[in-house]
Nanobody, 114 residues
Framework: VQLQASGGGLVQTGGSLRLSCVAS????????MGWYRQAPGKERELVAL???????VYVNSVKGRFTISRDNAKNTMYLQMNSLKPEDTAVYYC?????????WGRGTQVTVSS
């Protein structure tokens, strides 16, 4: 399965972006999926998780600002990011909620200017 994240860009503090993740195969209907990010010099971290039945979990730093959603029929997942902060700057990836992971791909760059 290949996962392609897109939708990143350069925004100002307080702005919004909507990331999309498309899978080449039908993994959304059976697997928990997550959005991850990796900032320069830091380890990759799980930002938001969506179970295959729709329950969600967020890291504390994005609670109330980010919303994860998924359309299993379209093999697509989204991350709506509002009230963006400079510390949200990172490369964002999508993948399963836990291992074994699919290939990480290139991710999508999100840059928030102050």
């Amino acid at each position: 399965v290949q996962l392609q994240a897109s939708g990143g860009g350069l925004v100002q503090t307080g702005g919004s972006l909507r990331l999309s993740c498309v899978a080449s195969g039908s993994i959304f209907s059976r697997d928990a999926m997550g959005w991850y990010r990796q900032a320069p010099g830091k380890e990759r971290e799980l930002v938001a998780l969506s179970s295959n039945v729709g329950s969600t979990v967020y890291v504390n730093s994005v609670k109330g600002r980010f919303t994860i959603s998924r359309d299993n029929a379209k093999n697509t997942m989204y991350l709506q990011m509002n009230s963006l902060k400079p510390e949200d700057t990172a490369v964002y990836y999508c993948n399963k909620g836990w291992g074994p992971y699919e290939s990480w791909g290139r991710g999508t760059q999100v840059t928030v200017s102050s």
